[in-house]
Each structure stands twice: as C-alpha cells, then as structure tokens.
C-alpha cells in the first residue's frame, strides 16, 4: 500500500486547511486509518483515527472540537479537516494505515503503512 498525504501548507492562526489521503497498491477499505504529526524537536503523536466504516473516531485532546477526520472508501482516500488552527499545530502531517486491528490506536508502531507526510505550517 502506497499512500499521498496532500493539502498542506501555510496558514495564519485561525485559518482552516485539508489534507487529504489517497491510498494505491490496494484497498485500505478495511483498514482502520490515522493521522499523526511530528513537530520539529518532538516525538510523532497521534492526532486522529478512524475505523473502517468510519462508526469510531477518536481524536487527541489537544485537536478535540477542532478537526474532523473522515474517509471515503469509494475513493480510497483519508482526510482531516483542521479548523481554528494555532501555532502549536505546525507539523508535518504523516497519515497512517492499521490492517488488523479493527479499533483505533495511538501507537505508531500499531500501524504498517505510512504516507510521506505533509507539512502544515500556522503563522501566528
């Protein structure tokens, strides 16, 4: 499974942005998918996740109320949706792939494919 994260950019505090996340190789339908992020000087950290029918999502505290992650499976494609963003959101972005575990999970090692991340820089 190969996956483009996509979306990023720069963007004054408070502005919104999109990533998005196409999967290829094949089908991540199945898959319970993730966003995390990794900001210069730290350790990756779970953002958000979702299961496969997207009943379960599940967000760190920090992105609670603020972001949304959704997918499409039709479309093989992962998003979060990142509203009323702050300074303290400047990341790369990376999206992520579980294939067995039918729950969501906070651990990077969980996780078997990773997209090349995206960076999301907020200018206060």
């Known amino acids: 499974v190969q996956q483009q994260a996509s979306g990023g950019g720069l963007v004054q505090a408070g502005g919104s942005l999109r990533l998005s996340c196409a999967a290829s190789?094949?089908?991540?339908?199945?898959?319970?998918l993730g966003w995390f992020r990794r900001a210069p000087g730290k350790e990756r950290e779970f953002v958000a996740g979702?299961?496969?029918?997207?009943?379960?999502?599940i967000y760190a505290d920090s992105v609670k109320g603020r972001f949304t992650i959704s997918r499409d499976n039709a479309k093989n494609t992962l998003y979060l949706q990142m509203n009323s963003l702050r300074p303290e959101d400047t990341a790369v972005y990376f999206c992520?792939?579980?294939?067995?575990?039918?729950?969501?999970?906070?651990?990077?090692?969980?996780?078997?494919?990773w997209g090349q991340g995206t960076q999301v820089t907020v200018s206060s």
């Open positions: 979702i299961t496969w029918r997207g009943g379960s999502t």
């Open positions: 992520a792939a579980d294939r067995s575990r039918g729950i969501v999970t906070r651990t990077p090692i969980n996780y078997d494919y």
């Open positions: 190789g094949r089908t991540v339908n199945s898959y319970t």
